[in-house]
């Protein structure tokens, strides 16, 4: 589901891979939601960031409770989108209004931890054949 006004929209989805509520923040372009990247390297701008990166900033105390919050119940999604509601209210007031001044640290940590990745993962949703998944990590 995504909320949005003329300059900003918060993308709020579950995520199955990660057991969890995803809040994100996106300025908009030109008043619409630009293409999510693929390659952050090969981005000339980020424009989408996830709750999470203002937090660390802003609220590290905050984000590492909030980012102990799982699971994808009723009552588990409630948790996580009144914690998400409350911390955009008081951490990201000035993103909702369209002041995206933090975006560019918040950026420059997501290039860095890009950056700093020493491999690549790759998510099964079952166990595979551990012949044809070193085959593939190798290519």
Do not use: C
Not at 39 to 61: C, E, W, Y
Not at 96 to 117: K, N, P
Not at 120 to 133: L, Q, R
């Amino acid at each position: 589901m995504t909320y949005q006004n003329t300059t900003t929209a918060v993308k709020v989805a579950y995520s199955v891979e990660f057991d969890r509520v995803e809040t994100d923040m996106i300025r908009l372009v030109d008043g619409v939601r630009p293409p999510y990247p693929v390659f952050v390297s090969a981005t000339p701008k980020l424009h989408q960031f996830g709750l999470g990166n203002l937090l660390m900033i802003r609220a590290p105390d905050l984000w590492n409770e909030m980012k102990e919050q799982k699971g994808l119940s009723n009552q588990a999604t409630a948790t996580q989108l009144a914690s998400a509601a409350t911390a955009l209210r008081e951490f990201g007031a000035d993103i909702l209004r369209g002041d995206f001044g933090s975006f560019d640290e918040i950026e420059a940590r997501v290039r860095a931890a890009a950056r700093d990745m020493e491999g690549i993962t790759i998510w099964s949703p079952v166990p595979g054949d551990s012949t044809a998944i070193a085959d593939t990590t190798a290519k």
